[in-house]
């Protein structure tokens, strides 16, 4: 249930806590009980979501939190992708073609910058529900112009996809993934996205080796990268303390700790 933006109480928000570098939970809390007195916890979660889910305020560690207007001052920035033509015109088409069907799409080349060897071939790539993937592939495939491939194997990709200018994968679509919206088109975040590529060696080989090091070490440099939603949704495809491993023994990262905050 979408909560009443009222509530929410943005601008007295952001005049508290503007030019702050991070926010408890526990002053969030004293500052929606002082607007609203009758606040209980229920309710509270429920604000406490809603501003995560449009972005005003973004998750640093457990607890703690920072104004999306204030992250921007940072070193680090939030991933805004650049979807391709084709990439846009897809998720169009899947959006009203499928109105009922879960989907998400995302673009190998928003990590071909952060690579030595960039790949001279852009992968589309389209999560679908497993009973709708189908008939996604088949409506798409329509279009005779788009080279379509439903859940190819290595042989595949290396055959045919990983030269190819631009590709469209189809994928089984993993349940609870990270997700953003981009012009209407619901994208994959950028913490899905370093976990399937770490994941998927089958499909992503290309990517695997020292080049994955150099995609997490640059990435982690540049982009802020929440790092709760990246290791609950590695746990997701049972890879997250493979992940924590090779994160700690093969990068340069630190991650920050767990730190007990009062809530």
């Known amino acids: 249930?979408?909560?009443?933006?009222?509530?929410?109480?943005?601008?007295?928000?952001?005049?508290?806590?503007?030019?702050?570098?991070?926010i408890q939970k526990s002053e969030l809390r004293d500052f929606y009980h002082l607007h609203h007195p009758d606040l209980n916890e229920q309710?509270?979660?429920?604000?406490?979501?809603?501003?995560?889910?449009?972005?005003i305020i973004l998750p640093l560690r457990?607890?703690?939190?920072?104004?999306?207007?204030?992250?921007?001052?940072?070193?680090?920035?939030?991933?805004?992708?650049?979807?391709?033509?084709?990439?846009?015109?897809?998720?169009?088409?899947?959006?009203?073609?499928?109105?009922?069907?879960?989907?998400m799409i995302w673009e190998t080349q928003v990590?071909?910058?952060?690579?030595?060897?960039?790949?001279?071939?852009?992968?589309?790539?389209?999560?679908?529900?497993?009973?709708?993937?189908?008939?996604?592939?088949?409506k798409l495939n329509e279009n005779r112009s788009l080279n379509i491939y439903l859940k190819?194997?290595?042989?595949?990709?290396?055959?045919?996809?990983?030269?190819?200018?631009?590709?469209?994968?189809?994928?089984?679509?993993?349940?609870?993934?990270?997700?953003?919206?981009v012009h209407g088109i619901v994208y994959a975040r950028l913490e899905k996205i370093l976990v399937d590529f770490f994941t998927d060696e089958e499909r992503f080989f290309i990517f695997h080796g020292h080049e994955m090091i150099n995609i997490f070490?640059?990435?982690?440099?540049?982009?802020?990268?929440?790092?709760?939603t990246l290791f609950r949704y590695a746990g997701r495809?049972?890879?997250d303390e493979k992940l924590k491993k090779f994160i700690k023994t093969q990068t340069q990262i630190i991650l920050p700790k767990p730190q007990e905050t009062k809530e």
């Open 1 to 22: 249930m979408k909560i009443d933006d009222s509530l929410l109480v943005v601008p007295e928000l952001k005049m508290k806590f503007s030019g702050r570098e991070t």
């Open 43 to 55: 309710t509270f979660r429920r604000i406490m979501y809603s501003l995560e889910k449009e972005m």
């Open 62 to 103: 457990a607890g703690v939190y920072v104004l999306q207007t204030q992250f921007q001052t940072f070193s680090r920035k939030s991933f805004i992708p650049q979807l391709s033509a084709i990439a846009l015109k897809i998720g169009y088409e899947v959006t009203h073609l499928f109105p009922y069907t879960s989907y």
């Open 111 to 138: 990590l071909h910058e952060f690579m030595t060897h960039q790949p001279g071939a852009n992968q589309i790539v389209i999560g679908v529900e497993k009973e709708a993937a189908e008939s996604v592939f088949n």
């Open 152 to 181: 190819p194997d290595k042989f595949i990709m290396d055959r045919y996809i990983t030269t190819n200018p631009d590709s469209v994968l189809i994928l089984p679509l993993i349940t609870q993934s990270p997700r953003m919206k």
């Open 217 to 228: 070490e640059n990435v982690f440099a540049t982009y802020w990268i929440n790092t709760k």
């Open 237 to 239: 495809r049972k890879v």
